[in-house]
């Protein structure tokens, strides 16, 4: 990676695209954005209490430090209510689709 010469800030890739990313992985900085959680779909999660963060990477293994969590969510077949529970490790039908906006990098 390379500053560019006009000294805007912005890295450049090896392709010559400047990438704030980058700049993010080179200095080991906190993604700011939360993971969110966009839909509740299919799939087979086991009842428990999780927990989402996310960091990037460059094809060289320099990574950012973990963004921040999300709250906890728990997750729980969808038969039951929140009142009455599951035992933990109980396969579930659920999963989550997750998102992550990352339009100001």
Known sequence: ?????????KYKDDQ????????????REIPTNRVFID????GRLTTSQVQYTYRFYNKYG?????AP?????????PSRTK???NAENTDT??????KIDVTNY
């Open 93 to 98: 039908s659920i999963g989550f689709a997750l």
């Open 69 to 77: 969590l999300t709250n906890k969510i728990q997750v729980i077949d």
């Open 83 to 85: 009142e009455v529970g």
């Open 1 to 9: 990676m390379r500053v560019d010469d006009d000294s805007d800030g």
């Open 39 to 42: 839909a509740v779909i299919s």
């Open 16 to 27: 010559d695209n400047y990438t704030s990313i980058d700049k993010l992985i080179n200095n």
């Open 62 to 66: 320099n990574t950012t430090q973990l």
